[in-house]
């Protein structure tokens, strides 16, 4: 199994540089850290007693892996999921905080798992988990892959603003949708002929 530090060597990746989209709710981002995350944790890079999209921009690759390894990854408790699940939860917690666990916990409740959905990893979900990756264990992951790939589908259905993020402007899937592919094995990748099924109604 990979360790969560090459993992969000890869979230970090796959996020890129610095963006300030007004579409975005994130609002200033640099390697998926948004300045948001940085106001919660007071982290002033800039050392000017303001933490703005300046302490953004002077944010290291070193300095997102450390923040998503210690609170996107150990400070939730994702490391007590079973390895098939706990990189696409990871990435997941990333880009959407605690709905990720919530995503599962829908997941869990679909597959027959007693479970609250409250975005909490507790000894509840924790159980429920190991009990349905013993149980489908060839299918887990996929299925909560295709469960983001969904919730991200119902964010652009509600929100318009959102949809480029899902969709891209020559009409192919966007960074959401493959984003959430990349923890789906590739029999179960959308046909471009099902995407534009999926998303003719935008």
Do not use: C
């Amino acid at each position: 199994m990979q360790t969560v530090t090459k993992i969000a060597k890869e979230i970090v990746a796959r996020e890129g540089g610095f963006v300030d989209d007004p579409d975005d709710p994130g609002g200033a981002t640099k390697f998926g850290v948004t300045i948001h995350t940085l106001r919660r944790l007071g982290v002033d890079l800039t050392r000017d007693g303001v933490i703005d999209a300046d302490d953004v921009r002077a944010l290291s690759r070193e300095d997102a892996v450390e923040i998503f390894s210690d609170y996107y990854y150990h400070r939730p408790g994702i490391a007590r999921f079973p390895g098939g699940l706990q990189a696409s939860v990871f990435d997941m917690y990333v880009n959407a905080g605690a709905n990720a666990v919530k995503i599962l916990q829908r997941l869990l409740r679909e597959m027959g798992q007693v479970v609250d959905v409250d975005g909490v990893i507790g000894p509840q979900t924790v159980t429920a988990a190991e009990a349905a990756a013993d149980a489908a264990p060839d299918h887990i992951a996929d299925a909560y892959g295709i469960a983001r790939r969904n919730y991200y589908f119902r964010l652009a259905d509600g929100r318009p603003a959102s949809r480029k993020f899902a969709r891209t402007r020559a009409g192919g899937k966007g960074g959401w949708i493959r984003r959430a592919e990349e923890f789906i094995a590739p029999r179960f990748h959308l046909s471009m002929a099902e995407f534009n099924i999926r998303v003719a109604t935008w």
